[in-house]
Protein backbone atom coordinates (compact mmCIF):
# COMPACT_ATOMS: atom_id res chain seq x y z
CA UNK A 1 0.00 0.00 0.00
CA UNK A 2 1.34 3.24 -1.12
CA UNK A 3 1.16 6.41 1.16
CA UNK A 4 1.77 9.86 0.75
CA UNK A 5 3.75 9.92 4.25
CA UNK A 6 5.07 7.69 6.72
CA UNK A 7 3.32 6.83 10.02
CA UNK A 8 6.81 7.05 11.91
CA UNK A 9 7.73 10.43 10.02
CA UNK A 10 4.64 12.08 9.20
CA UNK A 11 5.81 15.54 8.38
CA UNK A 12 8.02 13.65 5.86
CA UNK A 13 6.55 13.86 2.24
CA UNK A 14 8.94 10.66 1.91
CA UNK A 15 7.25 10.15 -2.30
CA UNK A 16 8.55 13.07 -3.47
CA UNK A 17 11.31 13.38 -1.25
CA UNK A 18 12.71 9.47 -2.44
CA UNK A 19 12.85 9.89 -5.45
CA UNK A 20 14.88 12.98 -5.72
CA UNK A 21 17.57 11.44 -3.92
CA UNK A 22 17.43 8.64 -5.96
CA UNK A 23 18.31 10.98 -8.67
CA UNK A 24 21.30 12.14 -7.31
CA UNK A 25 22.14 8.63 -6.72
CA UNK A 26 22.81 8.70 -10.83
CA UNK A 27 25.59 11.73 -10.12
CA UNK A 28 26.79 11.72 -6.76
CA UNK A 29 28.55 8.89 -4.79
CA UNK A 30 26.56 6.70 -2.31
CA UNK A 31 27.94 7.97 0.53
CA UNK A 32 27.42 11.91 -0.10
CA UNK A 33 23.62 10.83 -1.07
CA UNK A 34 23.04 9.11 2.24
CA UNK A 35 24.71 11.35 4.37
CA UNK A 36 22.75 14.25 2.42
CA UNK A 37 19.71 12.69 3.13
CA UNK A 38 20.37 11.44 6.49
CA UNK A 39 21.25 15.40 7.46
CA UNK A 40 17.78 16.49 5.94
CA UNK A 41 15.68 13.96 8.05
CA UNK A 42 17.46 15.03 10.86
CA UNK A 43 16.72 18.54 9.98
CA UNK A 44 13.24 17.39 9.55
CA UNK A 45 12.45 15.92 12.74
CA UNK A 46 14.33 17.98 15.26
Known amino acids: ME?????YFPNIPLTQVIPEYLK?????SRNKT???FRAWVKEKIS
Open 3 to 7: TEFSP
Open 34 to 36: MRE
Open 24 to 28: KLKTE
